[in-house]
């Protein structure tokens, strides 16, 4: 629900349509789908299948490949993996070669460091104050990682 909830505040996009946990109908299947947009460019139709994962260990190739492949089964054009967790090497290079965008959600105290180790969490006030996200993100692409809040 987070990542709908952050697509939806994301730019200054018109005619978006963002839906979470819907089932999409495709000639081989049905497909569940964590957060499903669909936006319009040029009058054109742009369909993005969002998963969410939220695993112990870092993502394997084979969690991007299965997007891959809904992807080709409901004639979407986009594909993004939100994670907890890291990815393995052999998920983001299949990622980068077939166009699917990764991204690894972090905790928002993550990103504030602070003078002592033993300090104890900033309260909601505190964060507002300072100007901190509850939550931000790493995009990997091209081996470099870009930050998103």
């Known amino acids: 629900m987070w990542v709908k909830e952050y697509l939806e505040k994301c730019g200054n996009i018109n005619d978006i349509n963002i839906h979470h946990n819907i089932i999409l109908n495709?000639?081989?299947?049905?497909?569940?789908?964590?957060?499903?947009?669909?936006?319009?460019?040029?009058?054109?139709?742009?369909?993005?299948?969002?998963e969410c994962k939220k695993h112990a260990h870092p993502i394997k190739r084979e969690v991007v490949q299965l997007l891959d492949a809904k992807l080709k089964s409901t004639g979407c054009q986009k594909g993004i993996i939100f994670s907890t967790s890291d990815f393995q090497t052999g998920a983001q290079e299949y990622a980068e070669k077939h166009g699917i965008a990764l991204i690894k959600v972090i905790n928002g105290e993550v990103i504030y460091v602070r003078k002592s180790v033993n300090a104890p969490p900033l309260s909601s006030q505190e964060k507002l104050e300072v100007g901190i996200p509850n939550f931000a993100g790493e995009f990997l692409y091209d081996n470099l990682i870009n930050y998103i809040f």
């Open 26 to 50: 495709a000639y081989d299947g049905d497909y569940q789908i964590d957060v499903y947009c669909e936006l319009e460019i040029l009058n054109i139709s742009i369909k993005i299948l969002i």
